[in-house]
């Protein structure tokens, strides 16, 4: 299929929700990213037993909610609460929380809303995508949706298939048709073809960039980059590399040493979409969020960026592109 456009305005897209200021996949926190004016919002997806798919960032529970109290028998050996033991109907009795450390029960980010505090819920990936086009109607905005199909593999190995039931929700709940915005992504390479060659999906997809694109960015690897992304092209829209596929270190002389990547992805046509701005956890090689949003936007010129802090990026992006 052809690429399509570059933006020229980049997109700012949600992660996990507003996700810096209430606990991330909560109803809420979308609401909050919807309200401040996000182009997009995260949706991370994982099946329950029962082939639910909801909102959740990891395959397991116990990070962000009080599974362990409610449900203190049902862990694996390994100690961790996974999704995919849980039904839906007990799924619906956890409260979720601002995510925590599951071991020592202390925050992630001790400036965020606090943890185990007010009543938040888990939802469905069909609640969700219902919720948000409920909110494009009474608002006439047309905010998008950005599905990410989590660890497909560890679904296949439970014997189910995760991307065949994520595509088919978005085709229930009307999110499939031309005039939506959406993009869908994924890290296993193998899977993001299939759902372009094999389950026919006709819809955006972004390959995100796990850590062994981290050598294919140094520099003097120009070729073997180059040849890693003319494979992307054939079955994706664009890339998710994390930041640090981006910002590689500062010199002796303090300047920041950017990669090749983005240009090399819009040489064909790929779209740049990196993660994850936060005003909270800077990456070590910029000393501000002005210095970040100005490199990936003005220096590298990405499409759009993952922000936990999406008001920011929004109010930087309409500041310079407006
Ligand atoms: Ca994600």
Redesign the pocket.
């Known amino acids: 299929m052809p690429p399509l456009p570059l933006t020229r305005q980049p997109i700012v897209i949600a992660?996990?929700g507003a996700s810096g200021y209430l606990p991330e996949h909560t109803l809420p926190a979308k609401a909050y990213a919807h309200a401040i004016g996000a182009d997009f919002l995260?949706q991370?997806v994982v099946l329950t037993k029962d082939d639910v798919p909801v909102v959740l960032?990891d395959i397991y529970l116990d990070s962000v909610s009080d599974v362990a109290g409610r449900f203190p028998e049902r862990h694996r050996a390994d100690g961790r609460f996974y999704a995919i033991d849980f039904t839906w109907a007990e799924i619906q009795q956890l409260r979720a929380s601002e995510r925590f450390h599951h071991e020592k029960g202390t925050p992630i980010f001790s400036g965020r809303f606090p943890i185990h505090a007010s009543a938040f819920a888990i939802p469905s990936l069909e609640e969700e995508l219902t919720f948000i086009a409920g909110l494009n109607k009474s608002t006439g905005r047309n905010t998008g949706i950005y599905p990410?199909i989590?660890q497909p593999a560890f679904h296949r190995k439970a014997g189910k298939d995760i991307s065949r039931i994520v595509l088919d929700v978005i085709d229930r709940t009307g999110w499939g048709e031309p005039t939506q915005r959406i993009f869908i992504?994924c890290f296993e390479a193998d899977e993001t073809r299939r759902i372009r060659q094999e389950l026919g999906c006709r819809l955006p997809l972004i390959q995100?960039l796990a850590s062994e694109w981290k050598e294919r960015v140094q520099p003097g690897q120009l070729t073997g980059l180059e040849k890693a992304l003319d494979d992307v092209r054939t079955y994706a829209d664009g890339i998710g590399p994390a930041l640090t596929h981006l910002l590689l270190q500062r010199d002796a002389d303090g300047f920041l040493q950017t990669s090749p990547l983005v240009e090399a992805a819009h040489q064909r046509g790929l779209q740049v979409h990196p993660?994850t701005i936060r005003r909270d956890e800077l990456p070590q090689t910029v000393e501000s969020l002005e210095t970040l949003h100005s490199t990936l936007f003005l220096k590298l010129g990405v499409d759009g960026v993952?922000s936990d802090f999406p008001d920011l990026t929004v109010a930087y992006v309409k500041s310079r592109f407006g």
């Open positions: 992660h996990r995260e991370d960032h990410e989590k992504q995100l993660w993952f």
